[in-house]
């Protein structure tokens, strides 16, 4: 007699008191989101004709399946703990799915469906076993570290590639009963050889599918249908003891779970999404299943490419479709394959419409072979109030979700973008980012720019934020109203009020202005002041456009800046690197907020604080470099003034590269355009020997990488233009001398090209 192999009863011979299954259940061993599958589950349910369909899945979800007639995939089954509602999982469907036809044939034939895996209470919040064959969000893809069912069947079979044998078997494959029992004998192989991989976690799965299969072997008297991944098809041939399975599910963790359906994408389908049970190619099987009755899936792909080509303005002809349909029949022929595969498919689209240029082909492969959609739910699947709030806003301000980026504008003295800009803003602060300001683009104080992203996981950042409120402004205001209360730093609470007057939110803004005055009393540190006046300049200038009066967050920032001014040149006193940068970094800020908040007087403090630093004995050469420039900038200082600081900065031994790094931060415009003071740091860099280049390289190519691509052609333009008029005005060439000038200039600007 053989060996039993665990998790598998009765393979190689039926253990004391195991019972092989009965004949009127029907295993369907699949491969999640594989339209041969799903063809075939559906092809086997006709003929079956089962009272009640089995389903891989949380019995939790068994609640919400009524409400599959109204779900447009792809789509997911969310559930979460509700006591911890980040603890959750999704459970993907896609209209290819085999799972999805099984639900979808149930309910169409009024055939009872149940989910008969573990309970997601059992998995919700654990911590994922690398050697189990799925993750929380995957029903199933078969072992991934130690082992992958697909990779050794293809490589069994010859095949370097488990996508390419899965096609040739399984999706040009048209005897759905002969498929099914030999993707299932395979796998019972499979899990005979590599018994001792089989994880805790796939075991206990199996027991409780066993289970819920004997439960429905006594609820009904006619035919069962069991669809379930292939992998655990061989465990459900016989059944053990049912106190064989109890035991093995005692003690398993007992939450209360909450759940709904919620869109999904093909995006989050694919396996490079990070998805357990992902496939490479999600749009190109959504091709294969709407295109199977038809049988013209090569031609129609073709005439999809073209359009996606002719869409970014790239010549694809009808000719040019028409003859890669036949290059890709001719490859499918060549290769021994029943039909054209994606392999075939791309590979004609690259040669024929896309000249073999990559480029485009990309394109292709991110619109088709991955194809991102975004499925819908009905208005009657449950959710949480603050889902249906945003819901409600969605549809009022006319914003509907998208799985592909789209940029949109808005000017905020019109009311419905103003709201969207409000909107946006809040669920920012919920942690549900759907809207990232472009801050690359300047558009003045009415006006903003966003791009707007949906991703399915907001929805379990909704659930989370949920206890905050039921509404999209409470629960904002909850959240905002903590975090000013929990403030400990003056740069937090001047953050805090930023957006509470960007969310629009009066009790907010109230509670962030009380945190700035409390945080501010009790700090001593002049950077971490002058750190928070960015934040509170912008709220300044854009607190008018929000309801909120500028005047009295003026008050706020003068009161910082002259505290963080009167501090300034102590604290760039005898500090390390770390320390110094810091200080640069609110040096910079500050001078920002001043020009953009500040009145007269407040500015002239400020102008008074930079003189003082640069005067300042034993300060860090970094911020006094970049307090010279910004005064030099500003006029308060003449080239003359700055040429002999730079010449007597650059003299001393220690400090020079950290003062030319600081001054030279910034825009290089003025830089080449004034003469003198481009002599003195050009002839500072040439007179550097190899090691005292190599050991100021660091800091003069952060200073140099803040230039712009125009700018630093015009900084390498002036370099050239100086050594060819000190060539023409010497009678002798200097060669180590050039060279070394070249190289220096040519390790400079390395970085930042």
């Not at 060996?3 to 295993?27: F, W």
């Not at 095949?159 to 299932?184: I, Q, S």
């Not at 910034?666 to 740091?681: E, K, N, W």
Request: proline share 7%.
């Amino acid at each position: 007699m053989a060996r039993p192999v665990p998790g598998v009863p009765g393979r190689g011979g039926l253990m004391a008191r195991e019972q092989p299954l009965p004949e009127r259940v029907t295993l369907l061993g699949i491969r999640h989101h594989g339209p041969g599958s799903a063809r075939m589950v559906a092809a086997a349910l006709e003929a079956v004709r089962p009272e009640v369909v089995l389903i891989e899945g949380p019995p939790e979800g068994d609640a919400l399946l009524s409400h599959v007639p109204n779900l447009t995939p792809p789509v997911a089954l969310l559930l979460h703990d509700e006591a911890e509602p980040s603890q959750a999982a999704f459970w993907p469907f896609a209209e290819f799915s085999p799972e999805w036809r099984a639900m979808k044939w149930a309910h169409a034939h009024g055939v009872p469906v149940r989910f008969f895996d573990l309970p997601a209470a059992a998995s919700l919040g654990e911590p994922p076993d690398p050697d189990a064959p799925d993750a929380p969000d995957a029903p199933d893809a078969g072992p991934k570290a130690a082992l992958d069912p697909l990779g050794t069947l293809a490589e069994a079979a010859g095949f370097d590639d488990p996508e390419r044998w899965w096609e040739d078997v399984v999706e040009h494959h048209t005897d759905p009963e002969d498929l099914a029992e030999a993707v299932a004998e395979a796998m019972g192989a499979l899990r005979e050889e590599f018994a001792d991989q089989v994880d805790a976690r796939t075991l206990r799965r199996e027991a409780a599918m066993r289970q819920n299969v004997r439960q429905a072997l006594k609820d009904v008297e006619g035919p069962i249908a069991v669809v379930a991944g292939a992998w655990h098809v061989p465990a459900l041939r016989t059944l053990p003891p049912a106190s064989v399975d109890a035991a093995a599910l005692k003690g398993l963790p007992r939450k209360k779970v909450s759940g709904t359906w919620v869109p999904w994408s093909h995006g989050r389908l694919a396996s490079a999404s990070g998805y357990g049970a992902g496939i490479d190619s999600p749009g190109w099987y959504a091709h294969l299943w709407e295109c199977a009755e038809r049988g013209d899936a090569v031609p129609r792909w073709f005439a999809k490419a073209c359009a996606v080509l002719r869409a970014e303005d790239l010549p694809a002809s009808t000719a040019s479709a028409v003859e890669a349909v036949r290059l890709a029949d001719a490859l499918a022929a060549m290769r021994g394959r029943p039909s054209p595969g994606l392999s075939e498919v791309m590979e004609a689209s690259l040669a024929v419409l896309c000249g073999g240029d990559a480029t485009p082909l990309r394109l292709v492969h991110e619109q088709l072979v991955v194809g991102e959609r975004l499925g819908e739910v009905g208005d009657d699947v449950p959710t949480s109030p603050l889902a249906a709030d945003l819901a409600r806003l969605r549809k009022r301000l006319r914003l509907p979700a998208s799985a592909l980026a789209k940029p949109i504008r808005l000017d905020l003295r019109k009311d419905t973008d103003r709201e969207r800009s409000k909107l946006l803003r809040r669920l920012e602060v919920l942690d549900v980012p759907w809207g990232t300001p472009d801050t690359t683009r300047t558009l003045g104080t009415f006006a903003e720019a966003w791009q707007l992203h949906w991703k399915p996981e907001f929805e379990v950042a909704l659930a989370v934020a949920a206890r905050h409120g039921t509404t999209v402004e409470a629960a904002a205001r909850t959240v905002l109203v903590t975090g000013a209360g929990d403030a400990t730093r003056v740069v937090d609470a001047a953050e805090s009020l930023s957006r509470s007057v960007g969310c629009e939110i009066p009790e907010a803004v109230a509670a962030s202005r009380q945190a700035l005055d409390r945080c501010a009393a009790a700090a001593t540190d002049a950077l971490e002041l002058l750190a928070a006046l960015p934040d509170l300049a912008t709220t300044v200038r854009y607190g008018s456009v929000r309801g909120t009066d500028p005047e009295l967050l003026r008050v706020a920032l003068h009161g910082l800046l002259a505290r963080g001014a009167v501090g300034l040149p102590l604290a760039c006193r005898g500090v390390d690197e770390d320390t110094a940068e810091r200080a640069v970094k609110a040096v910079e800020g500050a001078d920002d907020a001043v020009r953009l908040a500040a009145d007269e007087e407040h500015r002239d403090t400020w102008q008074r604080a930079l003189k003082s630093l640069v005067r300042m004995p034993d300060a860090h050469g970094l911020p006094t470099g970049r307090a010279t420039r910004l005064l030099w900038e500003t006029g308060a200082l003449d080239s003359d003034e700055v040429a002999a600081r730079l010449h007597r900065a650059v003299s001393l031994a220690s400090g020079a590269t950290a003062f030319v790094a600081g001054f030279l931060r910034g825009s290089a415009s003025l830089l080449t355009a004034d003469s003198r003071l481009f002599g003195v740091v050009d002839e500072w860099l040439t007179g550097l020997s190899g090691a005292d280049f190599a050991a100021a390289l660091p800091l003069l190519r952060r200073a140099v990488g803040e230039f712009s691509p125009p700018e630093r052609r015009m900084l390498g333009d002036r370099v050239r233009g100086t050594a060819a008029g000190g060539a023409a005005a010497s009678s002798e060439w200097d060669e180590e001398l050039a060279a070394r000038l070249v190289g220096h200039v040519r390790d400079l600007l390395a970085a930042s090209t």
